[in-house]
């Protein structure tokens, strides 16, 4: 079986013993072999009963060091449009600060309005380097974090997974950056119409963020009644006590570069 990548580059960048993850990490293979566009890959986990591999599955590469820009032309093409019809953009698959610096630049460069940000944590390198990504978000006057739990897991470790989303929520809590919680919140419920107790209580522990996405499914009315439920009950057991500071003229003359 033979299967690609949408993105250039990526396949030459592999290097024999490597981990490859396929459909969120329900199939497993270990590069083998190295020929001159295209490496051999042996699976040795399937954890899944399907048969086929549908197209758009995401794949992951955690020990590879891929060079790919986070903005493909496709979505260089697409910001205008984007821009003039969305609020916020959520910002996938960014490494360090300098890919928030990049997409800021084409967006001033190429429209008129400048929705707000959403940087997708879901790599080894944001995690690393997410105190230097919040000071480049803190550049402009919106913007927020997303704990974008599927691929995270996948490129980190599912065994990691609940040290650094309790991590990421701490250091955004500390610079007062809003968090959105995503990625798998009560979806037994939403698909079956039945919660499983382990996403019982992920929910509540969701309540820490400033925002959960839901998934699409056929009982999401009863997803959402009973998420409130829960956030409610939580909320009575957990406050953040911080101060909210107004906008300081200080960091504004620094973020506009002007002399203070």
């Not at 290097?15 to 072999?33: C, F, M, Q």
């Not at 995503?182 to 107790?197: C, D, F, H, P, Y």
């Amino acid at each position: 079986m033979v299967i690609s990548t949408n993105e250039q580059g990526i396949i030459s960048k592999l290097n024999k013993g490597e981990r490859v993850y396929i459909d969120d990490g329900l199939i497993k293979g270990v590069v083998e072999k190295i020929k001159k566009n295209c490496v051999g890959m042996r699976i040795v986990r399937i954890a899944t009963s399907k048969k086929q591999i549908k197209a758009e599955k995401g794949i992951n590469f955690p020990d590879s060091e891929l060079d790919v820009l986070p903005l493909t032309e496709f979505d260089i093409a697409s910001l205008p449009f984007v821009c003039d019809h969305a609020d916020l953009i959520g910002y996938s698959f960014l490494r360090k600060p300098e890919d928030v610096s990049l997409l800021r630049n084409i967006m001033h460069e190429t429209c008129e309005k400048i929705p707000g940000l959403i940087l997708k944590i879901e790599t080894p390198e944001a995690v690393k380097y997410l105190p230097q990504i919040l000071l480049e978000g803190m550049k402009d006057e919106v913007f927020g974090i997303m704990i974008a739990r599927g691929d995270l897991a996948v490129e980190i470790g599912f065994e990691r997974m609940g040290e650094i989303q309790e991590e990421i929520l701490w250091i955004c809590e500390s610079a007062h950056v809003p968090v959105v919680w995503a990625t798998q919140v009560l979806e037994n419920l939403n698909k079956s119409g039945i919660a499983t107790r382990s996403e019982i209580t992920d929910a509540g522990h969701a309540g820490q963020a400033e925002c959960i996405m839901i998934n699409k499914g056929l009982h999401t009315i009863e997803v959402i009644e009973s998420l409130r439920n829960i956030l409610k009950r939580t909320a009575e057991h957990r406050n953040k006590k911080r101060f909210t500071f107004r906008q300081l003229n200080i960091a504004s003359r620094f973020i506009g570069g002007d002399e203070v």
